[in-house]
Structures are given as structure tokens and as C-alpha cells.
């Protein structure tokens, strides 16, 4: 069974579900998997410095060995510079 089809809309800079006359539509399955684990937030690690006491995370993730989602959300309000694009690279890895 596929998933339910996701796309990332470039203009508004969010995901969403694909949709045909008001049914969702299944399929692209890598895409889907590829976006949720970019952009899911991943609860910060215990070294990681955050902006107040919000660790973010899945609900979902609670007592798994393995977490969805990613780190990126810690680099939103970070100045572009070498070290921060590897720091994004580790965490896409």
C-alpha cells in the first residue's frame, strides 16, 4: 500500500499532501519519505543549544530506538556561513 503522496511547495516553504477533486492522492513514496525526514522535527539532542525550553520532537518518537525527523529546525535562525551549512549537511546525513 503507498503512502499518501507529499510535495514540497516551493512558494510557501511548507509540505503538503497531493489532492485530485478532493481525494488525497497515493504514491511517490520516496519523495514522501524524503520530506518527512528533512522536515520533521527531531527532538534537540542534550548538547544541542535551543531558544527557551521547547526540545520540539514526535510525540510519535517517545521510548523508539530510532527518532524521525531532523535537526535543521536549530539552524533556522543562524547566519549562513561554512560551518553551519556542514552542521546541515551532518544533520540531512
Excluded at 500500500?1 to 509540505?15: H, K, N, P, Q, Y
Excluded at 477533486?21 to 535551543?50: C, P
Excluded at 525550553?53 to 547566519?79: A, M, P, V, Y
Amino acid at each position: 500500500m503507498s503512502d499518501i503522496s507529499s510535495f514540497w511547495d516551493i512558494e510557501r516553504l511548507v509540505a503538503d499532501w497531493r489532492e485530485v477533486n478532493g481525494d488525497l492522492i497515493n504514491g511517490n513514496n520516496l519523495q514522501t519519505v524524503i520530506i518527512i525526514s528533512l522536515f520533521t522535527d527531531r527532538v534537540a539532542g542534550d548538547d544541542d543549544v535551543i531558544n527557551g525550553d521547547d526540545r520540539r520532537g514526535w510525540w510519535g518518537d517517545l521510548d523508539e530506538e530510532h527518532n524521525i525527523g531532523s535537526r535543521l529546525w536549530l539552524l533556522r535562525r543562524k547566519k549562513l556561513d561554512h560551518s553551519v551549512a556542514w552542521k546541515a549537511e551532518d544533520y540531512v546525513r
